[in-house]
């Protein structure tokens, strides 16, 4: 698909609104390729052009979401680091990134969503993290063989906060949150 090409723009916001909102009803893997035609006004000709099934398409979908994740996250961590200043709240995208996929989000920590999709979440940000360490921590690096562990430690702590946002309805705004968190890490 050409990404900005407005058609594909706009095929790709109405099949996403469709499959949250049949999601809301039902489990994914019971969702039809027809339904979602149906519901997002597309052709199962063009479909099938871009996608095998509805979980492949889901995957494209969630892979897109993770790769904006770590892109917002990326963003931090290159702020901090190369202006060498300390944390700012305006200098954390995470949330703001949480915020705007709010409704993705709420599938993914609902508690009838499978694990694997938190899964997926966990092992991109614990990619991040440990990348992120291993950058700045170098040759000191923990060698008595729990930095896995520490790394885990710090991906399920930020998956943990954006889990409590979710659980409070998103209710925070984005701006508080970027200050709970500097309370938090301080």
């Not at 706009?10 to 019971?30: C, G, I, M, V």
Request: charged share 25%; with cysteine.
């Amino acid at each position: 698909m050409n990404e900005m090409d407005l058609r594909v723009i706009k095929t790709k916001q109405s099949l996403e609104k469709a499959l949250f909102d049949l999601l809301k009803h039902k489990p994914l893997e019971q969702i039809t390729v027809t339904e979602l035609c149906e519901q997002s006004g597309i052709t199962r000709k063009t479909f099938y052009l871009h996608y095998e099934n509805v979980p492949n398409y889901f995957e494209e979908f969630i892979a897109q979401l993770l790769d904006q994740l770590e892109e917002s996250l990326q963003k931090t961590t290159n702020l901090h680091f190369q202006s060498d200043q300390q944390l700012e709240p305006q200098m954390i995208y995470v949330f703001e990134h949480v915020y705007k996929n709010r409704e993705v989000y709420q599938f993914i920590f609902n508690s009838n969503s499978h694990f694997v999709y938190y899964e997926m979440f966990f092992k991109r940000i614990k990619s991040l993290f440990k990348n992120s360490i291993e950058m700045v921590e170098g040759s000191r690096k923990d060698d008595s063989g729990d930095f896995e562990f520490v790394v885990a430690y710090h991906t399920n702590a930020i998956l943990g906060v954006i889990y409590e946002w979710y659980l409070g309805g998103f209710e925070k705004s984005v701006d508080e949150m970027n200050h709970l968190l500097l309370k938090i890490i301080k």
